[in-house]
């Protein structure tokens, strides 16, 4: 039995993972799609360095595009194997896959435009809205910490690790010649307390552990001083300057977090009288599959509950959808909260947000999550004096900040807490995986320190026997 590591290799995109079993089985673990790469981006998600007719089955551990993003275009090349996730994951992917696939499309027209004015070839996008659909007929939904058979000589386990809705570690049990072997994939761990999500779960003990790294070398200040800190920009910015706060982020996710908070906040009679409008119809889909789901959200959502029927709304907050309303916004000159996708603002309607508000000293832009070091949040985060979005430089004038308690993931401390589960003496080898190459070599410190041994940082393109 073998492992290739395709993507998510030194980096913290484009997951894929590709087993191939003693009798040629091929079982790719997450099927990610690359982001924030530049214009390296469109070559490295075509590049499958795989045949998509021959994957039998697709691990999904969660839905972020970045995990799940070309399954669409995997099954568009020949793939019709079995995706299978947990069944909150599958109904996110239903909604996250269709609006992957209608950006593309999008993105890919104006593109076109610019490109026959210049007398090239039209380029196809990497798969369409269409392809994303018809790939959901592939996808089987299984509950937490139930085994599902998926042949005789393999089994899969989700357990779940409170990065997302639906998230979960993958526990593989596969049989050959008597044998068998236990390889753990846990994708991306969630911090051990979440606003609405059930914490981390211990997984069973494996003897391969592929365990993500994202925040290697960084800590996160406590869960309570994010929700101070949000607290605390909405006044300064909306009450003392007038202006707008503008929130990039993730529609799946630290949206649904951000919105519960401030609803406790609009509960609890703190929230400044200003509109706080949800600008991202994926993000508004989303909200609904989350009220779907409240059977795996936590006890203190369901608390709230009891007095509040609907955790993720309130009297001043509005989701929009039509891209006519999206622009009105931009004519609003009232103080009030933006919130919208995508969180590394690389696309989607925050850039045409960011170009309308960011020249202006009054407003904020708040970011709430990770954001890759070559994307546009990174350059914004990183200082510069001036971004260009849409091809117009832009000079930075409205105040940045930055709130990483409300990332998803787990730091350093939190991932190694959530990998202890695990006897050491048992795991032959750990892979550290979604990550950059410097948060690895700190994180593989810090495993060390706790017991972990033979500790690998694959390259992209590396395949180990097992």
């Not at 290799?9 to 790469?37: N, P, Y």
């Not at 552990?209 to 001083?225: F, K």
Request: aromatic letters at 8%; charged letters at 25%; hydrophobic letters at 35%.
């Amino acid at each position: 039995m073998k492992i290739k590591f395709i993507g998510a290799a030194r980096e913290v995109t484009g997951s894929k993972h590709l087993l191939t079993t003693g009798s040629g089985k091929k079982i790719l673990l997450d099927c990610g799609m690359f982001q924030g790469k530049g214009l390296d981006t469109d070559a490295l998600n075509r590049n499958l360095m795989f045949n998509p007719a021959e994957i039998d089955h697709v691990i999904l551990t969660h839905a972020h595009i970045d995990h799940s993003g070309l399954i669409p275009y995997i099954y568009r090349m020949g793939f019709r194997g079995s995706v299978i996730c947990t069944s909150a994951t599958r109904d996110l992917c239903a909604i996250m896959l269709a609006d992957s696939g209608h950006i593309q499309e999008g993105d890919v027209k104006w593109f076109n435009k610019r490109r026959v004015a210049k007398g090239l070839t039209p380029v196809e996008p990497i798969y369409k809205e269409t392809d994303a659909r018809a790939c959901m007929e592939l996808f089987i939904g299984v509950a937490y910490d139930r085994k599902f058979r998926i042949d005789d000589k393999i089994k899969v386990k989700f357990t779940n690790t409170g990065h997302m809705l639906g998230s979960g570690t993958a526990t593989l049990e596969i049989t050959e010649n008597g044998k068998t072997t236990r390889i753990a994939y846990t994708g991306d761990i969630g911090r051990p307390v979440s606003r609405i999500l059930r914490s981390p779960e211990p997984f069973p003990q494996c003897d391969y552990l592929i365990t993500e790294s994202t925040y290697g070398n960084r800590l996160h200040p406590p869960l309570q001083e994010a929700e101070t800190e949000l607290l605390r920009v909405i006044r300064e910015t909306c009450v003392d300057r007038g202006g707008k706060v503008i929130i990039p982020s993730f529609a799946i996710g630290r949206t649904q977090e951000v919105v519960y908070a401030l609803n406790n906040f609009f509960n609890q009679g703190l929230l400044p009288r200003v509109n706080i409008y949800v600008d991202s119809p994926l993000a508004v889909n989303a909200t609904d599959i989350f009220r779907l789901h409240t059977d795996i959200l936590n006890a203190d959502v369901a608390q709230v509950m009891l007095t509040d029927p609907d955790p993720f709304g309130f009297n001043s907050l509005y989701y929009i959808k039509s891209p006519e309303d999206s622009k009105r916004l931009n004519a609003n000159k009232k103080p009030c909260v933006i919130i919208s996708a995508s969180g590394m603002m690389e696309a989607g309607r925050i850039k045409h947000h960011l170009a309308n508000n960011i020249e202006n000293p009054n407003n904020t832009i708040l970011a709430v999550g990770y954001c890759g070091p070559r994307t546009l949040g990174a350059r914004i985060l990183d200082g510069a004096d001036e971004v260009s979005i849409f091809g117009v430089r832009h000079p930075v004038k409205a105040k940045i900040e930055r709130i990483e308690a409300f990332s998803g993931h787990g730091d350093y401390n939190e991932m190694a807490d959530y990998v202890g589960c695990q006897d050491t003496s048992q795991i032959q080898k750990v892979f550290l995986v979604h990550g950059e190459y410097d948060a690895q070599l700190a994180y593989k410190t810090t495993l060390e320190s706790r017991g972990f041994h033979n500790i690998g940082i694959p390259e992209a393109g590396e395949e180990t026997e097992l």
